[in-house]
């Protein structure tokens, strides 16, 4: 493997690493203090939508966990599969920062912090596999 494409499988593993933490506040600490300061409002405020993050999470979950499943793949020699789970994985992660910003200017700081990492990771694993 090429240093490029080295380079993207750390950001992909970077970009799965944040969406577990997103997926362990929104499923198991949604009315905690990390979640309130990372999403804003008290507790009170959030426990009607418990169920919502809840959901929520599980995306954020599951793209975590395809995400680091494909480094790991890629890593144990099986670069292909690895590297389609990445793309797939950090690409929707960019998708859903991107429509996030779109539906709702105000959260342009939340969509840069959720899809700058999958962009990076997307964009050096792309470049890595064309050197």
């Known amino acids: 493997m090429n240093v490029t494409l080295i380079i993207g499988i750390i950001f992909a593993a970077l ?10 506040m ?5 009315e905690g203090p990390l979640a309130r300061k990372t999403f804003g409002g008290s507790a009170e405020e959030a426990r009607p939508f418990t169920f919502y993050a809840y959901n929520q999470g599980l995306y954020n979950g599951f793209l975590a966990v395809e995400a680091i499943a494909g480094v790991i793949i ?13 793309i797939a994985a950090t690409a929707s992660m960019l998708c859903a920062a991107i429509g996030l910003v779109a539906k709702d200017s105000s959260f342009k700081s939340a969509a840069m912090k959720q899809g700058t ?3 990076l990771g997307l964009l050096f694993i792309i470049i890595g596999l064309t050197l």
């Open 26 to 30: 929104e499923m198991f600490a949604w």
């Open 15 to 24: 970009a799965g690493l944040l969406h577990f933490l997103i997926a362990y």
């Open 117 to 119: 990492l999958p962009l």
């Open 74 to 86: 890629a890593l144990v020699g099986m670069k292909t599969i690895g590297v389609t789970l990445m």
